[in-house]
């Protein structure tokens, strides 16, 4: 692993990813459609400015590497399916082509647990079903089944399926909880909240990545964080360390999904439809595959992850971190929901 190509680089996954290689002594060349805008990282990298579907475009970026960390994806609010097939599906279609014609010697894509929909067992494994949900859903399951087909072509490829992943610099929907947080307000939750909830932190994903890229691995793993609880205990938690005043509130499955699903259709959601899908369905991995192979141990439960994030942002944030463009990294806008907010 010496010459590597980042995908998605300027991310908030990716700039954690691109800064670990940086301090293991890399030169990384990332690929990304926005600027990084770190000074810190001037000199450091080697910055292509385009988009991973433009298979042009994506074939001078394998050029003379010998590893590729593909976290390039359409998240929220990307709208529509042709919008998230044509990067989720089409882009690692892009990426697999030239990394296979630039004799790539390790591959490491980031899936996403939404192929698995609703679990019907638990814990998932990966030899679980695959039900994806949604436009998003769907489209990774098609890019996971373009790998499959790539690594009957030669190309080695490692796919993580990471529960939902949280770190500083997470803004996304993140920042709707943390700004109600701060404000004092009620933090409304789906259903009783009692349901078993993991997620993942950033640099645990960063971990995994790396650890899958020097065991020249071509298999597939799920990862999520060891500790866990239930999502209205992490949350309550979460509170508690903010020493907010605000308060965890129930409220009737049926009634918030509906009115999602209504705002999902008039574009003012600012949820995903598998998000508020699974909100309030119990959701962890067996992770045992990724630490037996792998040697890969997390570090971060959920309550540190939340705790961790939200001090970043208390210091941290203001309204112009939109400059950085990246979705994950941007504040949502709050849209229909500044009315709830106002109500609670």
Not at 95 to 119: C, E, F, R, W
Not at 285 to 303: C, E, M
Request: aromatic share 10%; charged share 25%.
């Amino acid at each position: 692993m010496d010459r590597i190509l980042v995908t998605g680089g300027t991310g908030f996954l990716g700039m954690a990813l691109v800064r670990r290689l940086v301090e293991n002594g890399y030169h990384p060349r990332v690929l990304d459609v926005n600027s990084p805008n770190d000074p810190e990282l001037e000199g450091s990298i080697e910055f292509i400015k385009g988009d991973v579907r433009d298979a042009q475009i994506v074939a001078r970026a394998c050029r003379d590497v010998d590893t590729v960390f593909h976290l390039a994806a359409a998240v929220l609010p990307t709208r529509g399916k042709k919008a998230y097939e044509s990067t989720n599906y089409g882009g690692v279609h892009n990426m697999l082509q030239a990394s296979l014609d630039n004799q790539v010697k390790q591959v490491v894509h980031i899936s996403t647990s939404a192929i698995y929909g609703v679990p019907g067992q638990l814990p998932v494994t990966e030899e679980s079903d695959f039900k994806p949900m949604g436009y998003y859903g769907n489209a990774k399951f098609k890019g996971e089944q373009e790998i499959r087909r790539y690594r009957g072509r030669g190309l080695r490829v490692c796919i993580l399926r990471p529960r939902t992943i949280i770190g500083t610099e997470r803004l996304g929907i993140f920042h709707i909880l943390f700004d109600w947080i701060k404000a004092g307000k009620g933090i409304p939750i789906i259903g009783s909240g009692n349901n078993v909830f993991q997620f993942i932190s950033a640099r645990d994903v960063v971990e995994a990545s790396i650890l899958g890229a020097r065991a020249e691995s071509n298999d597939d793993f799920n990862i999520g964080a060891e500790e866990f609880s239930t999502v209205r205990a992490d949350l309550e938690a979460l509170v508690n360390h903010a020493g907010s005043g605000s308060r965890v509130v129930s409220i009737p499955a049926p009634l918030v999904k509906g009115s999602l699903q209504i705002l999902d259709l008039m574009r003012l959601s600012p949820l995903m439809d598998w998000q508020y899908k699974v909100a309030d369905k119990p959701f962890y991995f067996d992770i045992s595959k990724a630490k037996r192979l792998l040697g890969w141990q997390p570090l971060d439960s959920n309550i540190r992850m939340f705790t961790d994030s939200y001090d970043w942002y208390i210091d941290n944030f203001t309204d112009s971190v939109s400059v950085y463009g990246s979705t994950h990294r941007q504040a949502v806008r709050q849209r229909a929901l500044r009315l709830l907010r106002s109500i609670f």
